[in-house]
């Protein structure tokens, strides 16, 4: 079992920056990890993952260049560093994961993850 819980959101500015955290319990060593959102009126999206050891990571190409996903296996955290914020990017965003190990691959449909966390929510004002 894995329990997921995000933080790190809030209201920022275009143009700025904000990073995400993701503190990961349970069986964190054996799982791929993502990022999604979801505006209003809208499907949660996908934005980012990464595979089990850090080593694959996939970007949606919205995010590609100014959005960066990381883990630190050793503090069971995944993290989302968001730079260049535009008012598109306002939205609740998760971490999920999927329970797997593999160097250098991560999934990206959304259907194939198993657990989610609560959501943070960032708000880009322009």
């Known amino acids: 079992q894995v329990q997921l819980v995000e933080s790190g959101g809030g209201l920022v500015q275009a143009g700025g920056s904000v990073t995400l955290s993701c503190a990961i319990s349970?069986?964190?060593?054996?799982?791929?990890m993502g990022w999604f959102r979801q505006a209003p009126g809208r499907e949660r999206e996908f934005i980012a993952a990464?595979?089990?050891?850090?080593?694959?990571?996939f970007y949606a190409d919205s995010v590609k260049g100014r959005f960066t996903i990381s883990r630190d296996n050793a503090k069971n955290t995944l993290y989302l560093q968001m730079n260049s914020l535009k008012s598109e990017d306002t939205a609740v965003y998760y971490c999920?994961?999927?329970?797997?190990?593999?160097?250098?691959?991560?999934?990206?449909?959304?259907?194939?993850?198993?657990?989610w966390g609560q959501g943070t929510q960032v708000t880009v004002s322009s």
């Open positions: 349970g069986r964190a060593f054996s799982t791929y």
């Open positions: 999920a994961a999927r329970e797997g190990v593999n160097s250098d691959y991560a999934p990206t449909l959304r259907d194939l993850y198993d657990y």
């Open positions: 990464i595979s089990t050891g850090g080593r694959g990571v």
